[in-house]
């Protein structure tokens, strides 16, 4: 694992959600820093901790992402309630970031054709093929997958431009503002999590994306372009 980054304590690193320098270490283990942003109230891990791509990807395929799996469906199927009512009939969805799966599509993919509608998948990498990200979508759903994203503000970027008009985007993350004690988070303890959102996390990408915003449960968040 890397060293600490050794920077002066009062040079900030910039965020990669806000891309503002107004961060500072906010907590650090054996492991890794972690560090806040004063502006959009992320907590990320700075690179030099990223884990290699070939351990992330390793990391990932312990993940039971089984659609026969009656808990592990009924846990996705959570963020399907809140995006319903304005979703028009035959929508058409995506699944970005879905993780490994056996057969023709993952699990959450396969409750939203039950439900009626057009699904589409993307992975970087178990389902990489770019075709999907070429086209835009009704909705989309991204489950346990932004505490991944390295660059918030791009992958975000790309997400909301790839939605209709009258859009929505629903994320399934934890947010470090449901913990009293960071340091006894289980959810940083994931090597591969790198970001941690808040609710003034999702109200600042609410109001940079222009959306409307919903915390529906404790790690379900809907946006509406």
Same mark, same amino acid.
């Given at each position: 694992?890397?060293?600490?980054?050794?920077?002066p304590?009062?040079?900030?690193?910039?965020?990669?959600?806000?891309?503002?320098?107004?961060?500072?270490?906010f907590?650090?283990?054996q492991?890794?820093?972690?560090?806040?942003?004063?502006?959009?109230?992320?907590?990320?891990?700075?690179?030099?901790?990223?884990l290699?791509?070939?351990?992330?990807?390793a990391?990932?395929q312990?993940h039971q992402?089984?659609?026969?799996?009656?808990?592990?469906?009924?846990?996705?199927s959570?963020?399907?309630? /809140?995006? !319903?009512?304005?979703?028009?009939t035959? %929508?058409?969805g @995506?699944?970005?970031g879905c993780? =490994? &799966?056996?057969?023709?599509? /993952?699990? !959450?993919?396969l409750l939203?054709?039950? %439900?009626?509608? @057009?699904?589409?998948?993307?992975? =970087? &990498?178990?389902?990489?093929?770019?075709?999907?990200?070429?086209?835009?979508?009704?909705?989309?759903?991204?489950?346990?997958?932004?505490?991944? &994203?390295?660059?918030?503000f791009?992958e975000?970027?790309?997400?909301?431009?790839?939605?209709t008009?009258?859009?929505t985007?629903?994320?399934?993350?934890?947010?470090?503002?449901?913990?009293?004690?960071?340091?006894?988070?289980?959810y940083?303890?994931?090597l591969?999590?790198?970001c941690?959102?808040?609710?003034?996390?999702?109200?600042?990408?609410?109001?940079?994306w222009?959306?409307e915003?919903e915390?529906?449960?404790?790690?379900?968040?809907?946006?509406?372009?």
């Amino acid at each position: 694992m890397s060293k600490p980054s050794n920077l002066p304590p009062n040079e900030a690193l910039s965020c990669p959600l806000c891309q503002q320098n107004k961060s500072h270490l906010f907590h650090s283990d054996q492991q890794r820093e972690y560090w806040r942003c004063e502006q959009c109230d992320l907590i990320f891990v700075p690179p030099h901790f990223f884990l290699s791509e070939a351990a992330e990807k390793a990391r990932y395929q312990h993940h039971q992402n089984d659609p026969t799996d009656q808990n592990y469906s009924a846990f996705l199927s959570r963020i399907i309630p /809140p995006i !319903l009512p304005r979703l028009p009939t035959n %929508a058409s969805g @995506l699944d970005f970031g879905c993780g =490994p &799966f056996s057969g023709e599509k /993952p699990a !959450l993919a396969l409750l939203l054709e039950q %439900a009626g509608f @057009l699904m589409a998948i993307y992975d =970087p &990498f178990f389902s990489p093929d770019t075709a999907p990200l070429k086209q835009t979508y009704d909705f989309i759903v991204t489950t346990e997958a932004i505490e991944h &994203f390295y660059r918030p503000f791009n992958e975000l970027s790309q997400l909301f431009n790839l939605l209709t008009p009258k859009g929505t985007l629903a994320i399934m993350t934890r947010r470090h503002d449901s913990t009293d004690d960071f340091s006894s988070w289980f959810y940083k303890n994931d090597l591969s999590h790198v970001c941690f959102f808040s609710k003034q996390s999702f109200r600042w990408i609410a109001r940079q994306w222009s959306a409307e915003l919903e915390f529906t449960d404790d790690d379900i968040i809907v946006l509406h372009t």
